[in-house]
């Protein structure tokens, strides 16, 4: 197993940062994807805009994880309306 590092960027209004956040936490508990450090950074102003959005909420998530499980994770992800960008990084032993 690796160890990843992944950051979301999901839309900040209310319902659909519930959304997302229950929708992560379902999916890496199906993809049998171990949490080991979840960090909530807040809503920012982006540099730019991304879907229209000027805003986002930024969530981070140290995982424990199969290399398989990631690519599926981001087949799962891409199909999502309330995540608006994310980035997976495998962290260095």
Do not use: W
């Amino acid at each position: 197993m690796n160890i990843y590092e992944v950051t979301f960027i999901l839309r900040p209004e209310d319902e659909f940062l519930a959304a997302g956040k229950e929708f992560l936490k379902e999916l890496f508990s199906k993809e049998n994807c171990k949490v080991l450090k979840e960090e909530d950074m807040g809503s920012r102003q982006l540099a730019y805009d991304i879907k229209k959005n000027d805003r986002g909420h930024y969530l981070f998530f140290e995982l424990e994880a199969e290399p398989d499980s990631i690519s599926s994770l981001d087949k799962s992800l891409k199909l999502r309306s309330e995540i608006l960008k994310y980035l997976f990084l495998r962290k260095e032993e």
